[in-house]
């Protein structure tokens, strides 16, 4: 498996489409409170809150690395409502979180 210790430097989970419904479920179950079912930021605990960079699908998402995404979700965003997972998913749980979180945009720029 893998190791905190030894930090990634690329996901080494291909973005396949088992990937993308693992991270789905993974996300169904861990993430819709703040980003809403469709990761667009509407989840009900950010009710009433002004949170932008909780929308999942807006272009920001696209200016960080995979690497950087996993960290996050990992270990949350210092100064924001973002908490991290390290206590609840497992490294690869989380590279198939990434790999769902970026296709949000592949759906979203299909025609």
């Known amino acids: 498996g893998f190791t905190r210790e030894t930090p990634v430097e690329e996901n080494p989970i291909q973005t396949t489409d088992d990937s993308v419904a693992t991270g789905q479920q993974l996300f169904l ?8 079912s469709e990761g667009t930021g509407e989840g009900p605990r950010l009710t009433g809150f002004d949170a932008p960079n909780a929308d999942l ?3 920001h998402v696209l200016d960080h690395s995979e690497t950087q995404l996993h960290h996050w979700i990992l270990e949350g965003i210092g100064g924001t409502m973002m908490p991290g997972f390290a206590d ?3 490294d690869e749980e989380t590279w198939h979180l990434v790999n769902y979180v970026l296709s949000l945009h592949e759906t979203a720029s299909a025609p």
């Open 29 to 36: 179950a861990n993430c819709t409170d703040c980003h809403g």
């Open 88 to 90: 609840d998913l497992t």
């Open 57 to 59: 699908t807006a272009a």
